[in-house]
């Protein structure tokens, strides 16, 4: 795990830590939720470039892209890419997660 995802993660467990401080435990998403979806990650930054792109894989075959690239060339980094990249993939696992679990509770009812 890079420094941008040990933030990342920390981030997000300070948050579920916080969420369970103050019993909130109705049925939610947790980072670690998010985390065990995904099965393969790929990341391509298109020659000629600042273009780089985050594909993940989730556990159901589905893939989600992330991608970055700076305004000016001279700020390209491929670790920065790949970070940005692949954090903008994961928020969109949130979404799709979030929308299977409401969907599931609204069966339960």
């Known amino acids: 795990m ?3 995802e040990k ?6 467990e300070q948050i579920e830590k916080e969420l369970q401080a103050k019993n909130l435990n ?8 998010i985390l065990n ?9 298109f020659p000629g470039t600042v ?9 159901n075959g589905y893939n989600v892209v992330g991608k970055s ?8 980094d491929e670790e920065m890419g790949r970070k940005i990249a692949r954090t ?8 799709l997660e979030g929308y299977l679990l409401k969907s599931k ?5």
């Open 105 to 109: 509770l609204k069966e339960q009812i």
């Open 37 to 45: 979806t995904i099965v393969a990650e790929q990341f391509y930054v």
């Open 88 to 95: 903008e993939a994961i928020n969109q696992i949130w979404a």
């Open 7 to 12: 933030f990342k993660m920390s981030s997000d």
């Open 51 to 59: 273009l780089t792109v985050c594909c993940i894989t989730l556990q």
């Open 26 to 33: 109705a049925p939610r998403l947790s980072p670690t939720d």
């Open 69 to 76: 690239a700076p305004v000016s060339p001279e700020n390209f």
């Open 2 to 4: 890079n420094s941008w």
